[in-house]
């Protein structure tokens, strides 16, 4: 095998490789034998079929076989002796003598980057504190019991957190909506479920009352015919709605399947529940600090395109399979070009966050890694089934070994760098934009 290299690029190679056509002839023949030996063929007993007969079934099929096992294999030798880290296999073009005579082709690829020792103790990292209170975890108990409130007639007026339903009618003439009859919606007043305007217009309200007012609906409004319009309203509200919240007793304890220890108990499950979410979310906010100001520190380190792409791709599916989750079969799948620059900075990321976990020494903990999928399976109602489900599934465990790494890498930055600890409230970290 002879081959030579040539630099297009910052990353891009280009190499010619030329293999003798006696190595591929001579393996094309062997198997060709191999296969007369085993083919069954009627009218010929088995390993007597003649050899013209086998080449004319099976010789274009196993020359291409063998053709590929070739090319991967020459390729593979030729950047293993020339040094190079081969970022993914190379596109194959200007291809000779694959039927006869010596064989030649040339291949292009990119390079990993060579990023070498990375100093991180100039990086300015914020890391977030936060501790889960006693308000906290009442306030998520009073979320459980609204999630299970019940509903009953108000006969005087709406007050805020009761539920109305209103039918009315927009705008009139051509600009009527709908255009015949009246919609219908239903909001609880306070909650911005709909249009603020509706529910400002119906507090202190009875049922049956009639009222007539001006709405600007938002140009993203679920509606078109009425999305970026204001248009006068009449609306009347036909029913009120008051929640009855159920108890904090034994009986609300059980529904989360807690049978002893009552109240208290389930406060302390809450109390569990609330410190693992924000323990992860502090970890994910202090990995997305890491990455930003690895990635600002790093702007000139060229990333291979075939990766950019290829995490692209990664994202479109995700993106495609959410669309099609929430709009079903016919949603539209995102242009590729809206998650290159994320896939740049993704790959950029990893690049370098690999190259410290290489040069630190920093291995992934099993331990680690164990603790995460459990807690990710209590979140579940069979909790074994996932466990399971994940150990039969190399990908996923992959995926969640790389998490945690990124996660220890980026501690082990965050504790050599420029760190700066800001104090915080639960609420604030889990829910930024309240």
């Known amino acids: 095998m002879e081959f030579t290299v040539n630099t297009t690029g910052p990353l891009a190679r280009e190499m010619r490789i030329q293999v003798p056509g006696s190595q591929l ?28 007969v086998v080449e004319q079934r099976y010789s274009r099929q196993i020359r291409q076989e063998v ?11 030729a950047v293993t002796k020339e040094g190079l880290n081969p970022a993914a296999f190379p596109q194959i073009s200007d ?14 690829f990119e390079v990993m980057p060579e990023i070498g020792s990375i100093d991180v103790t100039s990086l300015k990292i914020k890391r977030l504190s936060a501790n889960v209170g006693e ?5 998520m108990i009073e979320t459980l019991r609204l999630q299970r409130r019940t509903w009953t007639d108000r006969a005087g007026p709406a007050e805020k957190g009761d539920l109305i339903f209103l039918s009315f009618s927009a705008g009139e003439g051509a600009d009527r909506f709908p255009v015949e009859g009246e919609e219908r919606v239903g909001m609880i007043i306070g909650s911005g479920s709909y249009l603020t305007a509706f529910e400002d217009a119906f507090i202190d309200s009875s049922a049956a009352d009639e009222k007539s007012f001006e709405v600007s609906f938002p140009a993203e409004f679920r509606q078109a015919a009425v999305a970026g319009k204001t248009l006068k309203v009449q609306a009347k509200l036909v029913r009120v ?11 609300f304890v059980k529904l989360f399947g807690i049978q002893d220890g009552g109240v208290e108990a389930l406060k302390q499950d809450v109390t569990r529940n609330l410190e693992r979410e924000l323990a992860q979310t502090l970890s994910s906010r202090l ?34 399979d959410q669309n099609k989750r929430m709009y079903g079969p016919a949603a539209q799948v995102p242009p590729l070009d809206g998650f290159m620059e994320r896939a740049q900075t993704r790959v950029r990321a990893g690049l370098i966050l690999s190259s410290i976990a290489t040069e630190q020494k920093i291995s992934v903990d099993p331990e680690r ?19 399971n489900y994940y150990l039969g599934k190399p990908e996923l465990l992959d995926s969640l070994r790389s998490t945690v790494l990124e996660e220890q890498v980026a501690e082990w930055i965050a504790d050599h760098a420029q ?11 889990m829910r930024p934009g309240a």
């Open 287 to 320: 990995r997305s600090e890491v990455v930003e100001r690895l990635v600002e520190a790093h702007q000139d380190l060229a990333v291979p395109q075939s990766l950019i792409t290829r995490e692209a791709q990664a994202l479109q599916n995700q993106a495609a």
């Open 419 to 429: 760190s700066e600890t800001q104090a915080s409230t639960f609420t604030q970290i």
């Open 369 to 387: 890694v164990n603790k995460q999928l459990m807690q990710l399976a209590s979140t579940y109602e069979d909790p074994a089934s996932v466990v």
């Open 95 to 108: 291809l000779t003598g694959a039927e006869s005579g010596d064989l030649s082709f040339l291949a292009q």
């Open 135 to 139: 308000k906290d975890v009442e306030d």
């Open 241 to 251: 709605q008051m929640a009855n919240l159920p108890a904090l007793d034994d009986d």
């Open 67 to 77: 053709l590929g096992e070739v090319i991967q294999k020459s390729w593979t030798e």
């Open 25 to 52: 002839s001579s393996e094309v023949s062997k198997r060709l034998k191999d296969m007369g030996a085993r083919v069954r063929i009627d009218g010929f007993r088995p390993g007597k079929v003649p050899m013209k």
